[in-house]
């Protein structure tokens, strides 16, 4: 089974910054191909989850419009890991924060697509 885990998350100050990453592992079974799109995206309590930024194999990258300028997501392939950095954090940006990754892994011989998320990390903004 492929995994994703998160860290970074925590308690910050309006204004801060932190920053979360994300690697993907496999399994004896299920072994990681490679990966193309890894994404972040959070959910706030009583909201649904909606995108952060991803970021595609080759470095391509898109943000939500209430990231952007103040948001940077980065990847590290021959990890299989994705990060991003927050700054200026915001009180609205208290939420988990999730990460996702569209796997192509090899099992029992064959290679097959999945997309796999994180347990969350929590984010709290407040002073």
């Known amino acids: 089974q492929v995994q994703l885990v998160e860290s970074g998350g925590g308690l910050v100050q309006p204004g801060g910054s932190l920053r979360l990453s994300c690697a993907a592992s496999?399994?004896?079974?299920?072994?990681?191909?490679?990966?193309?799109?890894m994404g972040w995206y959070r959910q706030a309590p009583g909201k649904e989850r909606e995108l952060v930024a991803r970021?595609?194999?080759?470095?391509?990258?898109n943000y939500g419009e209430t990231v952007k300028g103040r948001f940077t997501i980065s990847r590290d392939n021959a990890k299989n890991a994705v990060y991003m950095q927050m700054n200026s954090l915001k009180p609205g940006g208290t939420a988990v924060y999730y990460c996702?990754?569209?796997?192509?892994?090899?099992?029992?011989?064959?290679?097959?697509?999945?997309?796999?998320w994180g347990q969350g990390t929590q984010v709290t903004v407040s002073s």
């Open positions: 496999g399994s004896i079974f299920e072994s990681i191909y490679s990966i193309n799109v």
């Open positions: 996702d990754g569209n796997v192509r892994y090899l099992r029992g011989g064959f290679f097959d697509w999945g997309d796999y």
């Open positions: 970021i595609t194999s080759g470095d391509n990258t």
